[in-house]
C-alpha cells in the first residue's frame, strides 16, 4: 500500500529516520541530512562531515559559524541539530527559527521542516493549510520528498481538491528524481488507471525500479507481476526469489507468496517444511491463507514439528526492515 497522508505528519525530513534516543543509543552515527551539501562543497562540508560521524556539539559549532555568513544549508543543519535533540536538548522553537532563517533563503529542505513542523503541530499548534502551502513552496524547489508527501494530500483530497491527475504529476516528478515511494505510488496508478492512463507496463517498470531501491511494497508487487507476466515477461524463479527477499524483510504478503510457491514447487522447488514454516510465519503477521491451512494440516507430523521449529527460530531472531 502506497503510505498514507496520516504518514505525512510524521517528520521524515532530510531523510533521517531514527529518534534522538535511538540516534544516541546506537554505536552508528544516524543517516547523513539529504540537505548536506556536496563532498566539495566548502561552505559546511566540516560541520555535515562531524554531523556524519556523530559529533553533534563539533557539527553545531561549525554550522554555527557558517550560519553568521548567511548560509542556508547550514541554518537548516542547525535546525534539523535542534529538531532532533542532537548533542543538545530538543528545543523545536530554535529548530523552528533556524528553519525560518533558511527557508526564507530558498532552501527546499528547511520548508519541508516546517511543513512537517506545521502539520504536527511543533513549535506552534498545528496548521495544516500552512504545511500545505509550505509543502507546495519545497515541491515548487524540485524537492523530490515534498513532491511526494503533496502528491499524497491530491490522491486523498486532503487539504486541497482530490485530484489524480496532480497527485501524478507529483508522484511522477518525486519518482523521475529517484524517490522509490513515488516510483511505487506512480506505479500503482498506471496499474489502475486513475490520472494517467492504465499502463501495466509502464507500472511494472516504476515497480522494478522502486524494487531495486528496496521499498518493499514494490518488492511484493513487482514479483506479483514477475510470476504472473503482468506487464513484464513471465518468470516464476525471479519472482520466487524477489519473494523471498521480500519474505525475509517481514512482508506477510509476501511470506504468504513464498509458502504457495514452496507447496506448489514453482519457482523454486517443492519444500513442505518451507512452506509449513513461512505460512505459520506469514499466519504470525496477520495473514490468513485457507489453502496452506489445509495444506498444512495434511503433512506429517514430522514436517509439522520441523516446520514449527523452524518458523519459531526464525520469528525469534529475525529483524525484518522497515
Known sequence: MMRRPAAVLVLV????????????????????????????????????????????LTALNEATKRAQQNDPAAMTLLGEIYSQGLGVPRDDNKAAQWYKLAASRGDAHALFALAMFAFQGRAGPPNPEEGTR???????????????????LYLDGHQVPQDFGRAAQLFKAAADAGNPEAQYAL???????????KDPTQAAQLLGAASVAGNLDAMVEYAIAQFNGDGVPKNESAAARLFL???????????????????????MPADPVEAVKWHLIAQAGGSSDPELDLFASKQSKDVREAAERAAKKWLATATPRP
Open 245 to 267: 527477499r521480500a519474505a525475509r524483510r517481514g512482508s506477510p504478503i509476501a511470506q504468504d507468496r513464498l509458502a504457495r510457491i514452496l507447496m506448489a514447487g514453482r519457482g
Open 134 to 152: 509550505l509543502l507546495t513552496e519545497a515541491a515548487k524547489l524540485g524537492l523530490p520528498v515534498a513532491a511526494y508527501d503533496l502528491g499524497l
Open 187 to 197: 506505479a500503482t496508478l498506471y496499474k489502475e488507471g486513475r490520472g494517467v492512463p
Open 13 to 56: 525530513f532530510l531523510a533521517i529516520a531514527t529518534s534522538a534516543v535511538a540516534q544516541r543509543q546506537s554505536p552508528r552515527p544516524p543517516t547523513p541530512p539529504a540537505a548536506a551539501p556536496a563532498a566539495d562543497d566548502s561552505k559546511v562540508d566540516l560541520a555535515y562531515g562531524a554531523f556524519q560521524r556523530g559529533y553533534y
